[in-house]
């Protein structure tokens, strides 16, 4: 009889049911909210990585390549109506010093220079003497730059090489460090909307190609370098040159850049960055 007693007893009540389901759902709510927390920074921490790793890369890559560049071959392009920008270089592909050059009022078809330590000067190639302006670089009007026609081999008793032109030419002005820069296609990275691509193949041209003009080019190539920019070209655009030339360096680029995050446009990363460009004319 007692052992059927302590049976009878042994169930739990309506009340204690009815706690335990409460205290359950509130710790499954607080379990719930604690692991959404930490899928929430998690993503979150994913995401400003990302935004990081886009800003680094695209900066260190131009910083390096920036650094390279023949002597007032920089120059900007800015499309406040489409929020696109552009900054153009020209890389140095060899450069070292000439012996005897035509300069003005003097004219000649050929050009002594000393030979590179690397590289090789080649045959249609262009070669700039004492760029003191973008027009120097990009138009062959200035007289200081020319389109090489044949290269001779190289002298083995003093290194030195001739160079020929299809034509005499005439230096407008001599450097006065003897130097001479050889170089072949631009480079220009543009900032489209929210993208920054890099542009690579086409000619050099007289006026600055824009990004809908460089994809219509012939044998361009184009990668993507950085997305979620977030500048405004209308109120700071993203490249700025500022030429100060010598005879130790040539000038600065001041870098601006803006990413913001995915979820989140309200919260940006702002850089600044200053390249000091050391090639002189």
């Known amino acids: 009889m007692r052992q059927q007693q302590l049976n009878k007893d042994a169930g739990f009540t309506l009340i204690e049911l009815v706690m335990a389901i409460v205290v359950l759902g509130i710790v499954g709510i607080t379990t719930s909210k604690f692991v959404g927390w930490g899928a ?40 406040t109506d489409n929020n696109t920008a552009c900054i153009e270089y020209i890389p140095i592909v060899t450069s070292a010093k000439y012996l005897d050059a035509p300069i003005s009022p003097t004219s000649s078809s050929s050009l ?3 030979s590179p330590t690397s590289g090789a000067i080649t045959a249609a190639s262009q070669i700039s003497i004492y760029p003191t302006a973008v027009a120097d670089v990009y138009n062959s009007a200035s007289q200081q730059t ?43 990275y543009c900032l489209e909307n929210s993208k920054i691509y890099r542009y690579q193949g ?32 209308l109120t700071e655009a993203p490249f700025h040159v ?20 995915l979820t989140d446009n309200n919260e940006s990363m702002f850089f600044h960055h200053l390249v000091q460009i050391p090639n002189a004319p």
């Open 242 to 261: 500022d030429s100060h030339a010598s005879l130790l360096r040539h000038g600065q680029v001041a870098i601006y850049l803006e990413f913001s995050r």
């Open 40 to 79: 929430t920074y998690y993503v979150d921490v994913s995401e400003r990585q990302l935004v990081l790793d886009d800003s680094r890369f695209v900066i260190e890559r131009l910083t390096r390549e920036l650094r390279s560049a023949v002597p007032y071959s920089l120059r900007t392009l800015n499309d």
């Open 146 to 188: 020319f389109t090489i026609d044949s290269v001779d081999a190289v002298d083995e008793d003093d290194e030195s090489q001739v160079i020929h032109f299809a034509a005499s030419i005439s230096i407008g002005q001599g450097s006065p460090a003897s130097r001479y820069y050889q170089w072949t296609t631009p480079v220009s």
């Open 112 to 114: 002594t220079l000393v």
């Open 202 to 233: 086409y000619p050099a041209a007289v006026d600055q190609f824009n990004p809908t003009e460089l994809k219509a080019a012939d044998d361009v190539s184009y990668s993507l370098m950085a997305e979620n920019v977030s500048n405004s070209v």
